[in-house]
């Protein structure tokens, strides 16, 4: 199957291993635009995944058989509707379904008319409001400003002040603001494949946020994640998908704007029950490198399905009883402030338990760049996570990029807990 894969990230980087894991050729995949590492792996092109007319007519062009969009971008773009318009199968919901991710008021309504369990919420547009929400609610305070994704535009935070100055930046910039109960209890990250009508769950990982051990600092992309979680209770996914995942996707149908894509659910486990904080329409990034790394099942056939309507049909995927960690290096200052192009070596070609997923990465003249942000995870699997953990720690402690770094502390609570 000719498979086009949108985006440029160590997510992307992810679902190319997982495709040739599981069995599609390298020689199928292409992948617009990539980075230093795909391009090793399959073809890269240099059109604008943003821009749906140049995918479209790359995509008609190539014969290919199924876009699978990573990034949020170009579905915000309207990249999958022009490509499901010109008959082309498309993992990645429409713009308009894309909007539960990038509005978290449009996220709220459809949870409040499926009835999802989740935090409360009062959408505020002055000081004067967000000031009575926060005193409603009290510490910690949760401040988000609406369509601002992959978390920058949220503060968790016990001090009043920090959390108004907070919500004032993103008011005089004319953007709505959400101030949220405090939810306290144990992130979990659960993926659901949809075609619009059925949803199929994949194996739940556990996100680090934080920027530094022991969630201290700022709230980034992610830096590190596990999968699976041995500590949630029996049923956790079946409660979610009964829950949570398909009254959202029945509610999105019954809209008029379909979920064809990946339904990401955020959630919270906290003792009066399951949460949702928030959706994405798309994989999550670092959570896919750790899901994706223990799949067993063909990922084409599952995203083809998903794409074209036939999710009912596929039985569940499977996945190995191995565990998987991934850790992320990132650049000096990150995510604070952007640091200059540098070179990057020290990476081992990827072996059966430790591999090496890139992002900001470039080739130039046979070197290896990194280009700032999150620069590559490295993802390792194994039998337990004691030796998850030393196997990915050695090989990212092997990296010399000047300036970056890492938390050492991804998966040491489960670890300890599996090791008393
Ligand atoms: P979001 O952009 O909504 O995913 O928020 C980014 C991060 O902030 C989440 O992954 C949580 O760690 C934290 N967070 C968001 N909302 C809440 C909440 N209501 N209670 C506690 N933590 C939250
Ligand atoms: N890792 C969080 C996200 O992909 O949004």
Redesign the pocket.
């Known amino acids: 199957m000719k498979i086009l894969v949108l985006g440029s990230g160590a997510r992307e980087h992810a679902i190319i291993k997982a495709l040739i894991r599981t069995g599609t050729d390298p020689e199928e995949i292409t992948c617009a635009p990539g980075n230093g590492g795909i391009s090793q792996e399959v073809k890269t092109v240099s059109i604008d995944a943003n821009n749906p007319e140049a995918v479209t007519n790359w995509a008609l062009a190539a014969s290919t058989e199924l876009v699978v969009i990573g990034p949020e971008a170009p579905l915000v773009a309207g990249v999958s509707d022009a490509l499901r318009a010109a008959g082309i199968a498309v993992f990645g919901p429409s713009k308009a379904a894309a909007a539960l991710e990038g509005s978290?008021e449009f996220a709220k309504d459809v949870m409040a008319a499926a009835d999802v369990p989740t935090?409360m919420a009062r959408k505020c547009t002055s000081l004067s409001e967000v000031e009575s929400a926060l005193d409603e609610y009290g510490a910690p305070y949760?401040v988000?400003a609406d369509g601002l994704a992959?978390?920058k535009?949220?503060i968790?935070t016990s001090d009043k002040q920090a959390a108004l100055d907070h919500a004032h930046t993103f008011l005089t910039h004319g953007m709505e603001i959400l101030v949220?109960?405090?939810?306290?209890g144990e992130?979990v990250s659960l993926f659901f494949l949809s075609d619009g009508t059925s949803v199929v769950p994949l194996s739940p990982a556990q996100?680090f946020?934080r920027a530094y051990n022991f969630d201290k600092g700022p709230?980034t992309g992610g830096m590190g994640a596990y999968s699976p979680l041995p500590w949630l209770p029996e049923g956790f996914v079946k409660e979610v998908q009964d829950r949570v995942a398909l009254p959202t996707v029945r509610e999105l149908a019954r809209l008029g704007t379909p979920f064809v894509g990946l339904l990401y659910c955020?959630l919270?486990v906290t003792s009066k029950g399951i949460r949702v904080?928030?959706f994405n329409a798309r994989f999550g990034d670092p959570e896919t490198q750790v899901v994706l790394r223990r799949l067993v099942t063909p990922l084409s056939h599952l995203l083809h399905n998903a794409a074209t309507g036939h999710l009912a049909e596929v039985n569940e995927p499977e996945f190995t009883k191995d565990v998987a960690v991934t850790v992320v290096l990132a650049s000096e200052g990150y995510p604070v402030t952007s640091a200059p192009n540098r070179e990057i070596t020290g990476i081992v070609p990827d072996t059966n338990s430790v591999e090496v997923a890139h992002a900001a990465t470039k080739l130039e003249d046979g070197k290896l760049i990194a280009t700032g942000g999150r620069v590559l995870s490295v993802v390792s699997i194994a039998d337990d996570f004691h030796e998850a953990r030393r196997a990915a720690y050695e090989a990212i402690c092997g990296i010399e990029l000047e300036g970056s770094h890492y938390r050492t502390d991804i998966a040491l609570k489960v670890d300890e807990v599996q090791n008393v």
């Open positions: 978290k935090g949760v988000k992959a978390g535009g949220v968790v949220e109960e405090f939810l306290d992130e996100d946020k709230n955020g919270i904080i928030e």
